[in-house]
């Protein structure tokens, strides 16, 4: 099975300290193997979240930075990212990874909506909340993300139009809707890693039905896609 090796932490942790090109460029044969191995976990990750859903495409991030707007201008990414799109316009959020020493993560949902979805979302929170409740208050589902949305991201009292007393301003307040779930790097080394990624994965599948539901209907429930 496909794991995470040591030597890409060690890459990984080493190119913090040396994030310059003559470093990478000494170290480049161990960067392209550990990127081959990587490559074989996003693979099996992918063949496993097709076995109930469809993932369109496996975007790998760069790890050269884009500084240009930058101040830090270190060339390299600390972390290894790769994001899997979900397929059809009727199959909204989205899965990520991230493989760094000390900070590994995977995440999932839908980040900064557009305006229109936002208000969407809100407004179906305020008009019923309860399943959206039910799904993120699941045993199963908080045992692997814990206290659910960041509060730091999210307007001081309501959104315009909203109510500051309403019982789900909690959820309406929001701005983006990730959860998350962080690694250790002897996790991340282990053998079943894969595995345990698509099963966290796959819990997210009733939050990202929902909010799909929500966000290609009208407020009477009406399909928006053509």
């Known amino acids: 099975m496909p794991a ?27 960067y392209l193997s550990s990127e081959s191995a990587l490559k074989e976990l996003y693979a099996y990750i992918e063949n496993k979240l097709n076995e109930d859903d469809e993932i369109e ?22 972390h290894r990212s790769v994001s899997f799109i979900r397929g059809g316009a009727h199959r ?17 949902g839908f980040f900064n909506p557009e305006p229109a979805d936002l208000k969407r979302i809100r ?18 589902f908080q045992k692997v993300y814990g206290n659910i949305f960041d509060q730091s991201n999210a307007v001081k009292t309501a959104p315009k139009g909203f109510d500051k007393n309403d019982p789900n301003i909690d959820l ?7 959860v998350k779930k962080t ?17 966290s994965f ?19 429930g009406e399909s928006l896609l053509k």
């Open 4 to 30: 995470v090796l040591k030597t890409t932490l060690d890459f990984l942790n080493n190119l913090k300290e040396n994030n310059h090109r003559d470093w990478m460029t000494d170290h480049k044969k161990t």
């Open 57 to 78: 495409k496996v975007k790998l991030f760069r790890i050269n930075r884009d500084v240009r707007f930058s101040k830090d201008k270190t060339p390299y990414n600390i």
């Open 92 to 108: 909204r959020g989205g899965y990520y990874l991230r493989i760094e020493s000390g900070n590994s993560l995977i995440a999932g």
């Open 123 to 140: 407004t179906e929170f305020q008009m019923d909340a309860s399943e959206i409740q039910e799904i993120l208050n699941d045993k199963a």
């Open 172 to 178: 309406i307040r929001l701005k983006t809707f990730i």
């Open 183 to 199: 690694f250790t790097d002897e996790e991340v080394m282990r053998d079943d890693f894969g595995d345990v990624v698509a099963k």
């Open 202 to 220: 796959k819990l997210l599948r009733p939050y990202f039905d929902y909010m799909s539901d929500v966000l290609t209907t009208d407020l009477n």
